[in-house]
């Protein structure tokens, strides 16, 4: 199973622990601690970062916030799965992922402006 997969099934069990009643929202904060534990090498200034923008998202439509959180795991995960993000998603994740550029895995800031940059979110 490739990390991704694994990261993408970790998170359906968190959002099965974390839903209290079946057809109730997933309280975002409930999959908190998931997030930051999956990513720990990432500084946690931008996890926080991108855990905000999911909380915002899932307020509006949680199964679309779901699928974001995902697509931004495999980009954390350096395995982006090509699912389908808009330009303002592309620039939040740049923003956010700017927050500790210095502090970041070079590797992973390279991977993740590589993307930014093919997906048009460089001004």
């Known amino acids: 199973m490739q990390e991704t997969d694994k990261f993408r099934t970790d998170l359906d069990k968190a959002v099965k622990r974390a839903r209290k009643l079946p057809g109730v929202p997933v309280d975002p904060e409930a999959l908190r601690e998931f997030f930051y534990r999956s ?4 500084p946690q200034d931008s996890l926080a970062a991108l855990f905000s923008c999911f909380a915002g998202k899932s307020v509006e439509d949680e199964a679309a ?5 995902a697509a931004v795991g495999s980009i954390l995960l350096m395995d982006y799965n090509e699912q389908p993000l808009s330009p303002e998603d592309w620039r939040e ?5 700017s927050l500790c550029s210095d502090e970041i895995d070079l590797d992973l800031l390279s991977y993740v ?9 460089i001004h």
């Open 39 to 42: 990513f720990a090498t990432v």
């Open 113 to 121: 402006m590589t993307l930014v940059v093919d997906h048009g979110a």
């Open 93 to 97: 994740i740049r923003d956010d992922i």
């Open 65 to 69: 916030a779901l699928e974001w959180l």
